[in-house]
């Protein structure tokens, strides 16, 4: 019977591509990872790696069996999944993965509101990305993961996971009380009426980033850029103070100096859609569907259930990186399918 911990080791080596890599997921040493990939090939009685001097690559027969691991995960998965489910109510440990600037809005009150229902139940949050977050997922290192997209990019769907839309948050411009655009009646801004005005946005090449800059040039003009930063909250002190241009989604304006406002614009479709994902078929699964309804309970302004499901399915699903920067780190494994027994965020 192969070890189901070294398959796991040899999937994602498949996916990180350097055994340092996947040490640094699991918490342990790069020798003990190299030596448990030995041992594999003793099992197997086959040669799954090519290695050439420092460079270590999956041969054929490699590739072949981390395709197998994703079968022999995903049964495991559903074996558990229907022992929990013939309990009938959610139990055990759940790990939930979200991005930053939801953590305070959604997360926080998530675990509380789960918690105080369900008493054997267990959430564990970790601070990551959306394409973090969906490889966490894929990898069985999280259950659920809460991600987005902003409405003006070409951002295909997640893939090899199932999306449900939870809400739609639209982007606000974040103005000093003095700013000229500014009007007293509060009404909404039009992006053209802030061209000549510094800007405070995310770096290119993230998410935030791009669609400012997009919804800027739609309206007919490219923003002078004066900061950039990828915290949500450091662009609200640097507007306080510098009396700049801030747009981003109205979900991290929710503490603001009282130098500031927050101002709708006209044009209603900026927005970022954000969505909860789950492996394919674990929306039965206790402790899974209590998360769920707990999370659209928390959001009663939740549009009508709009379901994705890609049909490839991806370990390391690329995309446009975000605005919102986190460093995610996994410290140890646990048997259970590969799963971080602990993961910890570094600073946004």
């Known amino acids: 019977m192969l070890d189901v911990r070294r398959l796991i080791l040899l999937r994602d080596l498949d996916v990180h591509g350097t055994v340092t890599a996947v040490a640094e997921l699991h918490g342990v040493t790069p020798s003990a990872v190299s030596q448990q990939l030995r041992l594999l090939e003793e099992e197997t009685r086959t040669r799954l790696l090519e290695r050439t001097g420092r460079s270590i690559r999956l041969t054929a027969a490699g590739r072949r069996l981390t395709e197998d691991t994703e079968n022999v995960l995903t049964a495991l998965e559903q074996a558990q999944n229907r022992l929990h489910t013939g309990t009938g109510r959610p139990v055990g440990p759940l790990h939930f993965a979200c991005f930053p600037s939801a953590l305070t809005p959604l997360?926080?009150?998530?675990?509380?509101?789960?918690?105080?229902?369900?008493?054997?139940?267990?959430?564990?949050?970790?601070?990551?990305?959306?394409?973090?977050?969906?490889?966490?997922?894929?990898?069985?290192?999280?259950?659920?993961?809460?991600?987005?997209?902003?409405?003006?990019?070409?951002?295909?769907?997640?893939?090899?996971?199932?999306?449900?839309?939870?809400?739609?948050?639209?982007?606000?411009?974040?103005?000093?009380?003095?700013?000229?655009?500014?009007?007293?009646?509060?009404?909404?801004?039009?992006l053209r009426d802030l061209a000549n005005t510094p800007w405070i946005t995310a770096p290119p090449q993230t998410a935030c980033g791009d669609a400012v800059l997009q919804a800027c040039r739609s309206a007919g003009f490219t923003p002078q850029v004066r900061h950039t930063c990828t915290d949500f909250s450091a662009m609200i002190a640097l507007a306080a103070s510098s009396g700049h241009t801030v747009l981003i989604p109205r979900m991290a304006t929710a503490h603001l100096p009282p130098a500031l406002s927050v101002r709708p614009v006209t044009d209603t479709t900026l927005a970022r859609t954000i969505e909860t994902a789950i492996r394919h078929g674990t929306a039965n699964e206790p402790a899974i569907a209590a998360c769920l309804t707990a999370l659209h309970a928390l959001t009663p302004d939740s549009p009508a259930d709009t379901t994705t499901t890609p049909d490839t399915p991806e370990d390391n699903p690329s995309g446009t990186s975000t605005g919102e920067r986190g460093r995610v780190q996994a410290v140890g494994t646990s048997p259970r399918f590969g799963r971080s027994a602990q993961i910890s965020a570094g600073p946004p």
Do not use: F, M, W
């Open 107 to 190: 997360a926080a009150p998530l675990c509380d509101a789960l918690e105080s229902v369900h008493r054997d139940l267990r959430l564990h949050i970790t601070e990551a990305e959306p394409e973090i977050a969906v490889r966490l997922l894929l990898q069985r290192h999280v259950d659920i993961a809460l991600v987005y997209r902003y409405t003006n990019l070409a951002t295909p769907p997640h893939p090899g996971v199932e999306t449900h839309t939870l809400r739609t948050d639209p982007l606000v411009a974040v103005l000093r009380g003095d700013h000229p655009a500014v009007h007293p009646e509060g009404s909404p801004v039009e």
